[in-house]
């Protein structure tokens, strides 16, 4: 890996390609991101924890066009259709044209909705994502899924749409609260442990750079899985195949989150044991060795990941959670597991024994 200290990477996909660019300081690099935008109008889409924090750098760049910004309560509860509505009526009253652009400043939550809506307006206008959360750096803001949640389940309603550009500035991560960062890693993780070998060594060897927020390990770890990220999206836009291997321990973690009520875990913690279980469930079906479990549990271990069902947890309700997930099919359960790292697999048909036992056994 190259050692400078801002990095670019392209989305190859066609005439839809975009540039995300990571670095410190990259809100303030006006001459930058505001080439992207084609029109006169912009919406700045934000939340009431990030605007204050952000907000008026943005701004700044902005002089000379029409701009206002809409604003959402913090929370994945207010990641909703009525929330889209509200954004459209903004886009309305600022005479948003179809050359508007829309930014969205802040995490996933932001994120999701800003694009959806930017998908919305006018049958599909440019955006910008402005990810705020290590998280939304590393996975949400890079391949155009956009969406909202329904009260019938999460990210029910959406649209591929993808943004013109990605602007990472690490420096918002100052304001990161611990949790927060770390659940970010789980995905930098989990990235490595589907497809990329290498990142993982890599990982296990800046463990302590990264619990540090050390700037250049940083820069190079969110590049890394950006960099794989786009490399699955740009063969797989619409996620008719390799793309699921990125949901590697996502129907366990899915299942956790649920179990928890979303408040017992952050999505990132869930995914963290998801990979974990994964991985076992794995080494019992005699697809990997015990050895790539074990640097798995380290790893997490070493950034402070959670590796084990939180007690209280009830086994049985876990599998009854995990039926319900959207890859299964005709009644089958289908997971991504792994070969060991670096080499994630879809399989159908896991028996239902295997999975209980697993879950069993990290209940204790
Ligand atoms: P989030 O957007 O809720 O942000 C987490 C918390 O951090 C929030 O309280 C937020 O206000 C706060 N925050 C954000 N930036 C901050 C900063 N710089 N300083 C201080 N606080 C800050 O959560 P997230 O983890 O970023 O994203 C989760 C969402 O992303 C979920 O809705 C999930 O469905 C979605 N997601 C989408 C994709 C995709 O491909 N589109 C992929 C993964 C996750
Ligand atoms: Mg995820």
Known sequence: MSHSKSQT????????????????????????????????????????????????????????????????????????????????????????TRDACVIALGGGVVGDLAGFTAACWMRGIDFIQMPTTLLSMVDSSVGGKTGVNLPAGKNLVGAFHQPRAVIADIGTLDSLP??????????????AAIGDADLFTWLEQHATALNAREETALIQAIAAKVRYKAGVVALDETEQGERALLNLG??????????????????????????????RLSERLGMSASGDTERLERLLKAVSLPTTVPAGFDPDQLLALMRLDKKNIAGTLRLILWRGIGRAEIVAGVNEADVLAVLRDATR
Do not use: C, M
Not at 182 to 188: C, K, N, Q, T, V
Not at 257 to 263: N, V
């Open 9 to 96: 990477i392209d989305v190859a996909l066609g005439e839809r390609s975009y540039p995300v660019w990571i670095g410190r300081g990259l809100l303030d690099d006006h001459a930058r991101w505001r080439s992207t935008l084609r029109g006169r109008h912009a919406l700045i889409i934000s939340n009431r924890t990030v605007a204050p924090l952000y907000l008026e750098r943005v701004a700044r760049g902005l002089e000379g066009l029409r701009w206002s910004s809409f604003l959402l309560e913090d929370g994945e509860a207010h990641k909703t259709f009525q929330n889209v509505g509200l954004a459209l009526d903004a886009l309305a009253t600022l005479g948003a």
């Open 178 to 191: 611990d949790r927060e960062y770390r659940a970010g890693l789980a995905e930098i993780i989990k990235g």
């Open 250 to 279: 996502h129907t366990f973690g899915h299942a956790l989150e649920t179990a928890g009520h979303y408040t017992a875990l952050l999505h990132g913690e869930g995914v963290a044991v998801g990979i974990l279980l994964a991985a």
